[in-house]
């Protein structure tokens, strides 16, 4: 346990928030995962179809794998916008480096203190990288519950936090966690105020409909009909966390994008010079352009 103890103060010492430890093996809501896969709710992401024997057991993604630690990190509560009322998701934070690239530079140092730990051990730091259920495992260890709106949320955070693991041969030892009950009670906020129906009702989720997907993942036009309902956020959604009564700042904006009219004139020197490595490179120009016509009254 001593060493659980060092591994965790050195986590929330590079940022990280909360840390969870579970076993491989087949996570908590694969069944439901494997449901939701075969009703089609995946949309154009076919990529979630896949590797389905690693997502039952991601241990096989280390062999020897003994441990799997997950790691949540917290991102600004405070929305990106543009000087003419346009927005972006917060998880963008176009101030900074795309998450991915940071995260897993702190993650890799996570992961050479679990090798000072276990002289033997061997690691491997998954970001988005991998076919894990993230959140099962994230649940699974006593980090947060689920919400009514599918996301992880994490009492005193919320769910404006990015999930990480590692992956090691080295055996902890710790305290099974309880898993947290649901804390949304009555509420049903996130469902009532999804733009697009995409939250059917409480844990039943489309992402088909999703403005999220719809404006990062989907390589099809959005018709008018759906941009009129983006609200102005041209990249992703926040709705179903801004009206989340365990989210803070939803109403707090950060001008820290160009104007619509500067990225609709931009080539694409200026958008690498502006956007460089920021998550805005995931979906490109041109998709960028085409989600600020979309969403332009």
């Not at 908590?28 to 690693?54: S, V």
């Not at 997502?55 to 630690?69: A, F, K, S």
């Not at 949540?72 to 795309?98: C, H, M, N, V």
């Not at 999930?163 to 949304?184: P, V």
Request: hydrophobic share 35%; aromatic share 10%.
């Amino acid at each position: 346990m001593e060493k659980v103890s060092l591994f965790i103060k050195e986590a929330m010492r590079l940022g990280f928030v909360r840390v969870g430890f579970s076993r491989p093996g087949r996570p908590l809501f694969f069944d439901k995962f494997c449901e939701w896969i075969a009703r089609g709710r995946q949309g154009g992401m076919n990529w979630l179809k896949g590797h389905m024997d690693l997502r039952e057991d991601p241990g096989r993604l280390l062999d020897g794998c003994q441990t799997v630690i997950t790691l949540a990190y917290p991102y600004s509560a405070i929305k990106p916008a543009t000087p003419d009322g346009f927005t972006a998701a917060r998880f963008t934070e176009p101030r900074k480096e795309d998450y991915h690239y940071r995260l897993r530079r702190l993650a890799k140092r996570l992961a050479r203190h679990v090798v000072d730990l276990y002289p033997q051990g061997r690691t491997r730091v998954c970001v988005d990288s991998a076919p894990i259920l993230e959140r099962s495992f994230a649940y699974g260890s006593g980090i947060g519950f689920i919400g009514k709106n599918n996301m992880l949320i994490v009492p005193g955070y919320g769910s404006y936090v990015f999930l990480m693991e590692i992956l090691t041969t080295a055996l902890f030892s710790y305290s099974k966690a309880e898993t947290m009950e649901n804390q949304c009670g009555t509420c049903t906020r996130c469902v009532n105020a999804c733009p697009t129906g995409a939250l059917e009702a409480p844990f039943s989720f489309d992402a088909s409909k999703c403005l999220s997907y719809l404006t990062i993942e989907h390589r099809g036009v959005i018709n008018n009909e759906t941009g009129q309902k983006m609200g102005g956020c041209f990249y992703g959604c926040d709705i179903c966390q801004e009206v989340c009564p365990f989210n803070a700042g939803g109403s707090l904006i950060d001008i820290s994008l160009p104007s619509t009219d500067g990225i609709l004139n931009m080539g694409e020197e200026d958008f690498t010079r502006r956007f460089g490595r920021t998550a805005f490179t995931r979906a490109g120009l041109e998709r960028l352009k085409e989600n600020i016509r979309a969403s332009r009254p």
